[in-house]
């Protein structure tokens, strides 16, 4: 059975992130959907623009094993002022399915009361202050926490992608598509 991943996107996502998390997770043999919030082609935190496979109320039709939120400003700000994305977590959060978030996004997360009484990680300021309680905050390139996992931003995207990949589906397949990036050694 297929492993399917929704990755939504929203205007002004970081790019880096988007397309690292999406490449390699394809690599991995995953189904990846990206999701715009609208039928509109996504211009990106940088300029790039991204053609998302899918819009969100489309994909919403379908269940997914993960959900994966990229960062960027103010691509965090829409996912975290949409309803729809806010109702799917709580959904899979309750289906103890795999959430994840990196850079600005796990703003997303604590916002919807996921990060509550977890370890997380994220951008540095990203996530308000007065949604930083009950949260032990790390400083680490990826936290993961029971179903959810998090990380800090472009640099730490690679790690972030590898490491969602071990999650589903072991360390194996993770050495699988990372030894052909030609990764330095740790």
Do not use: W
Request: aromatic residues 2%; hydrophobic residues 45%.
């Amino acid at each position: 059975m297929a492993t399917n991943i929704l990755v939504p996107l929203a205007q002004g996502c970081e790019e880096l992130e988007a397309i690292t998390i999406t490449d390699l997770l394809t690599r991995a043999g995953f189904n990846v959907v990206t999701a715009g919030l609208d039928d509109q082609a996504v211009t990106a935190s940088r300029g790039m623009v991204l053609l998302p496979s899918t819009t969100l109320d489309h994909a919403l039709k379908d269940s997914f094993d993960m959900l994966v939120l990229p960062g960027g400003l103010p691509g965090a700000d829409h996912l975290n002022n949409d309803q729809r994305i806010h109702d799917l977590l709580q959904k899979m959060n309750q289906d103890n399915k795999k959430i994840a978030a990196i850079c600005a996004a796990p703003k997303v997360l604590a916002r919807a009361g996921l990060l509550r009484g977890k370890q997380a990680t994220s951008f540095p300021g990203a996530i308000p202050e007065e949604d930083l309680e009950g949260i032990d905050y790390k400083e680490q390139a990826v936290v993961i926490d029971g179903n959810i996992i998090t990380s800090r931003g472009p640099g730490t995207a690679m790690d972030f992608a590898l490491s969602l990949i071990e999650i589903l589906a072991g360390k194996a397949k993770r050495d699988e598509v990372e030894r052909p990036l030609q990764r330095p050694a740790a």
